[in-house]
């Protein structure tokens, strides 16, 4: 049981550039989110899905989509990566009716 | 849209001593949340609240929901150095939509 995972851990991109982020999990979850986390801001919610097919954006969802084609997997892309997009995302998910949400360990990413 | 604010920012104690640390908010929240992140992690859920008044806890950690519903505290009694990190609130609204604070910064000195 891996719970949450995250891929790539680490990466650089250059403006323009696209990229997906990959988020994983095996704990059969209904709902999973996408969120950015910059200093002194806390995590902020990008975009958030409550079941496979289905995607809502968050708080700060311009710039990035999403899909959830299998319910253990929720994908983040950034079509044409800008610097203000530098960031760590993370990935967490929970079960439906349950509070608990567990994080994946975080993506981080540099666009220069 | 919904704003979370948590104080301290951040603060150094001795190892032993009480802390406590708190969250506000503008808006009402159906289910407060304390989240504890270590340095290159994903946070790690702490203490779940889901009515006004409530008070619970997880060891040394104590928390309440505010009676307003607009606020809640966390109490760590006899901090030891593995408290060290960030703590953040967060809170839920009718939806799945989680809120989270910025954030206190916790540094425990031996």
């Known amino acids: 049981n891996a719970g949450v995972t995250q891929t790539p851990k680490f990466r650089v991109l250059k403006t323009g550039q696209s990229m997906t982020l990959l988020c994983a999990q095996d704990?059969?979850?209904?709902?999973m989110y996408w969120y950015r986390q910059d200093p002194g801001m806390g995590l902020r919610l990008i975009h958030y899905s409550v079941g496979e097919g289905t995607t809502a954006k968050g708080e700060v969802p311009d710039g990035y989509n999403v899909s959830r084609l299998k319910k253990q997997n929720f994908l983040l892309g950034l079509e044409s990566a800008a610097p203000s997009q530098t960031s760590v995302y993370f990935c967490a998910s929970n079960a439906a009716g349950q509070e608990t949400q567990y994080f994946g360990p975080g993506t981080r990413l540099l666009v220069l | 849209g919904q704003q979370l604010n948590q104080s301290p920012q951040s603060m150094f104690i001795q190892e032993g001593e009480d802390v406590s640390m708190n969250c506000t908010s503008s808006?009402?929240?159906?289910?407060w949340l304390w989240y504890k992140q270590d340095p290159g992690e994903g946070p790690v859920l702490l203490i779940a609240l889901y009515k006004a008044g409530e008070l619970t806890s997880n060891g040394r950690l104590t928390a309440q929901f505010g009676i307003t519903r607009k606020d809640s505290f966390l109490n760590i009694s006899a901090s030891i150095p593995s408290d060290v990190g960030i703590y953040f609130c967060?809170?839920?609204?009718?939806?799945?939509?989680?809120?989270f604070g910025p954030g206190t910064r916790l540094s425990v000195l031996p």
């Open positions: 967060a809170g839920r609204d009718y939806g799945q939509n989680f809120v």
């Open positions: 704990m059969n979850h209904e709902y």
């Open positions: 808006s009402i929240f159906n289910t």
